[in-house]
């Protein structure tokens, strides 16, 4: 599902219309990687993170905070393909919307 290394996305919204996406950008690089996960988890670096320390996995230099994501929520991490289509999804929104209002 997921690659190592490979850039991955996750989008938030500020309302519940949907409309502005907010976007952060994520590498992944692991499964499990402790031994406290009771269930499968995939684990995602801060791009910045990443570019400016290397992965936390191979470094203690730099921010060390990643994000964890199980199998409820990892459909949140989107690959280039997954973000393109969300990105255009909320482009209908807000035409529609738009035109509803005006």
């Known amino acids: 599902m997921f690659t ?5 996305y996750r989008i938030t919204y500020p309302n519940i219309d949907m409309l502005y996406p907010s976007i952060e950008t994520f590498v992944f690089i692991g499964m499990n990687l402790s031994d406290e996960d009771e269930e499968d988890t995939w684990y995602f670096q801060f791009a910045r993170s990443y570019a400016k ?3 936390v996995l191979e ?3 730099g921010d060390r905070a990643v994000v964890c994501a199980t199998n409820k929520d ?3 991490m989107l690959d280039l393909s997954g973000l393109m289509s969300e990105l255009k999804a909320a482009s209908v929104r807000r035409t529609k919307k738009s035109q509803s209002s005006g």
């Open 4 to 8: 190592k290394g490979d850039v991955y």
């Open 53 to 55: 320390s290397g992965s």
């Open 59 to 61: 470094s203690s230099q």
């Open 74 to 76: 990892k459909e949140d």
